[in-house]
């Protein structure tokens, strides 16, 4: 239809999302993959994360005036997404912090809270799987300014970078290299205190992805 309906702002289609949540086990169209943001746009959780960013959009756009963050009806639908330990709540995360620098436009504390922390590398090798999967997905669809930078999001990129082995996808680690190189170039934030570490730390085929970003 060339005007689709806008079920994100209709008070019934959100009471249906919410419970249409799911407590247990739901198979989508793609099996267990190795790319969490393919699976979690081919599953229900991942549908209704991205329902619940269209809700956000909506409501900040409506409300621009007097905006202070999430109303708490809003805020419990995202933190059930966050803190579910399920399969559904790890695609629905998925596809949440690739929307970070929304996010942080949207309720600042609540994406330092909720958000900064499913960027941290675990010492539990056990619970790696989350974490990569959420690296591998942002740094083909994320976005960030300096002032998430700041906020330590540039210290959990550096720390990616030095566990690329764990990252484990010589593509998202040069796509790594290459966002490290744009803020290189275009941030406020001085490079002379981490490039360093990329001369150290950083793994031949991110120092290459970085160089040929900066020559270009």
Excluded: C
């Amino acid at each position: 239809a060339d005007h689709p309906t806008a079920w994100h702002a209709l008070t019934p289609a959100r009471r249906l999302a919410a419970d249409l949540w799911p407590t247990s086990a739901v198979v989508g169209n793609v099996l267990n993959s190795e790319d969490l943001y393919l699976e979690a746009i081919n599953h229900p959780a991942g549908d209704l994360a991205q329902f619940w960013i269209n809700v956000v959009a909506h409501e900040w756009q409506t409300h621009t005036d007097t905006w202070s963050g999430f109303p708490d009806d809003l805020r419990d639908e995202l933190d059930r997404m966050v803190h579910d330990r399920s399969r559904n709540g790890l695609l629905a995360r998925v596809v949440l912090t690739t929307r970070l620098r929304f996010f942080f436009g949207a309720d600042l504390e609540w994406a330092r809270t909720r958000l900064m922390p499913l960027f941290a590398w675990p010492r539990d090798m056990a619970d790696v799987t989350e974490v990569r999967g959420i690296w591998r997905s942002f740094v083909r669809f994320g976005q960030y300014d300096d002032q998430i930078l700041s906020e330590g999001f540039l210290d959990k990129m550096l720390e990616t970078m030095r566990r690329a082995d764990d990252l484990d996808d010589p593509e998202a680690t040069a796509q790594l290299g290459r966002h490290l190189a744009t803020v290189a170039l275009e941030s406020s934030l001085d490079p002379s205190v981490w490039l360093s570490m990329l001369t150290t730390d950083a793994p031949s085929v991110l120092k290459l992805a970085w160089i040929e970003s900066i020559g270009q």
